[in-house]
């Protein structure tokens, strides 16, 4: 599976945000969907998680309620928006797919995107 995100940008805090992630290669419905984040300095971290078809979500406490994946599987896109940002959100996201549901192990997700750069301003 190749992935290619896009979105990222400068916003200010309180401010809302749209990631995309396109994928190509192969059945796109058969992959969990993954977001993950890397701050300067910080190790990748575990943001959400969204299943094949579309129907279970599951999110890292920092982020609940406040952020909120789906997928469009005909458009072969999962999509990350992003409310209320905060700038302890300002890092690299990354899409990663998995064939397993709710892990947040980057380990689980073999396939992964270029990352597109998310910077809240306060």
């Known amino acids: 599976v190749q992935l290619q995100a896009s979105g990222g940008g400068l916003v200010q805090a309180g401010g809302s945000l749209r990631l995309s992630c396109a994928a190509s290669?192969?059945?796109?419905?058969?992959?969990?969907m993954g977001w993950f984040r890397q701050a300067p300095g910080k190790e990748r971290e575990f943001v959400g998680t969204i299943s094949g078809n579309g129907l279970g979500t599951y999110y890292a406490d920092s982020v609940k309620g406040r952020f909120t994946i789906s997928r469009d599987n005909a458009k072969n896109t999962v999509y990350l928006r992003m409310d209320n940002l905060k700038p302890e959100d300002t890092a690299v996201y990354y899409c990663a797919a998995s064939s397993r549901y709710r892990t947040a192990l980057t380990t689980a997700h073999p396939y992964w995107g270029q990352g597109t750069l998310v910077t809240v301003s306060s």
């Open positions: 290669g192969r059945t796109f419905s058969n992959y969990a």
